[in-house]
């Protein structure tokens, strides 16, 4: 079966077609800009040849065009999009497509962000899974909503199919309150649904499900994850279930990230609202688009804070400090709340490609039992591989993350159920 992954956002809409008789990817794109004030769409696909093509198309103003978008350039077809070439209004696309039928389309599965408390896990979409999104819009008020649109846009355009939502935060489900509750009187909680959720869940639960393939782990196996990405969380694991993870009700806790500054004391909110004459959205859109390496190095992208922190550079040498000190606190503190830990793995573009973040990573964990072969570390960029050392207690692993697939396995299973 042809399974399509949505991941839409409020003005994008990201898509993978996977073919699950051998769990290859036969297409993928992005169309950004949908329904902004920019006078064009942009369109962005590649098939499994990976020469990468790019349209200007005319303004696209609803998720439900670009579905049609994406699904014509799919069967390559004189379809709607020749009405959004933003150049002669042809068709560019018709000879381009990688399926001869929309109806080779078994299934579509949907990334929602929010599942709040009621997600343990992936659901087949029907009217109670939207109105449970819905609900969830407070605590996921940017993506649940276009999340949603993603889901009427692929039900309006592919009525007949089965549609799957995977949330982000089903994962981390499995928390116990202590872990997941803030210590706020317990009225937060009750009426508002104030707690930890955690994000990244498709990610981290792929990464747990390979590790207890592929490391040969005693029962009872504790494993921290560490997904460093521009977003970046980490979660511990116990037999594979996780019980703490570093992001809270939202994604800003935690780490330093590319623009996020992480954990950091609440006060300080009231404190910049007072002294800048600010409101406390726009502290929140400060600590979560102009922070982290940005903030302090004035660059979010890790490859060229690192290339300026080789030059020298004070702030990016702070930058990278801060990142590296605040992750090590988290690797300790979630060996500690676990009482122990058998593995450390790393995934996603910093945690699969960065061998000197990796080692930063773990520098003085020796006292734990990490203990990284340098040699083998610096070698490893985006592929599966153990990099700790024979002696070392703690097996580290690189293992790259797979959302879009984990997403297509979920959406097989419930579809043909
Ligand atoms: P992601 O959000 O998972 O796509 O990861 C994006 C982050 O990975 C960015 O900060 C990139 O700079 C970083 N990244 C990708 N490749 C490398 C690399 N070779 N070295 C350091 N950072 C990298």
């Known amino acids: ?41 942009d369109l962005t696909y590649e098939w499994a040849d990976q020469k990468i093509k790019q349209k200007q198309l005319k303004k696209c103003d609803t998720h439900a065009k670009a579905m049609e978008i994406v699904l014509g350039v799919l069967v390559g077809r004189d379809c709607t999009a020749s009405e959004y070439d933003a150049n002669d209004g042809k068709a560019h696309l018709t000879g381009t ?135 970046s969380s980490l979660s511990a694991c116990v037999d594979g279930k996780c019980v703490d993870t570093s992001m809270g009700i939202t994604p800003l806790d935690g780490l330093v990230m590319g623009t996020r500054c992480g954990t950091l004391d609440p006060a300080v909110v009231e404190f910049i609202c007072n002294r800048k004459n600010m409101t406390p959205t726009e502290v929140l859109n400060m600590m979560n688009k102009k922070s982290g390496l940005l903030g302090l190095a004035g660059d979010s992208d890790m490859r060229n804070v690192t290339a300026r922190y080789e030059a020298g550079e004070p702030n990016a040498k702070l930058a990278i400090e801060m990142w590296a000190y605040v992750l090590r606190k988290y690797i300790g503190s979630f060996a500690a709340a676990m009482g122990g830990v058998d593995a450390l793995i790393f995934t996603a573009g910093i945690g699969e490609n960065d061998a000197a973040g990796r080692a930063r990573a773990v520098e003085g964990l020796d006292f734990l039992g990490i203990k990284l072969d340098y040699d083998k570390n610096a070698k490893v960029r985006g592929q599966e591989a153990k990099i700790s050392a024979e002696d070392s207690k703690v097996q580290v692993w690189v293992i790259p993350t797979n959302e879009e697939l984990a997403i297509a396995r979920d959406t097989l299973e419930l579809a043909t159920k």
């Open 1 to 41: 079966m042809k399974i399509l992954v949505i991941n839409a956002g409020s003005s994008s809409l990201k898509f993978q077609l996977i073919d699950m008789d051998n769990e290859s990817v036969i297409a993928k794109g992005l169309v950004e800009r949908i329904g902004t004030v920019d006078p064009t769409t």
């Open 97 to 231: 497509g990688v399926i001869a039928d929309l109806r080779e389309i078994g299934a579509v599965g949907h990334r929602v962000l929010h599942g709040g408390e009621k997600f343990t896990a992936s659901c087949l979409i029907d009217d109670d899974c939207i109105e449970a999104i819905e609900e969830n819009i407070p605590l996921g008020p940017l993506h649940n909503p276009a999340n949603l649109m993603g889901i009427r846009a692929c039900q309006e355009v592919l009525p007949d199919v089965p549609q799957v939502a995977v949330f982000d935060t089903a994962f981390h489900q499995t928390m116990p309150p202590r872990a997941f509750r803030y210590a706020i009187p317990n009225e937060y909680y009750t009426d508002l649904h104030i707690r930890k959720y955690g994000f990244h869940g498709t990610s981290h639960r792929y990464i747990a499900a390979r590790a207890q393939e592929l490391l040969n782990l005693p029962k009872g196996n504790k494993i921290i994850i560490c997904h460093l990405g521009n977003g």
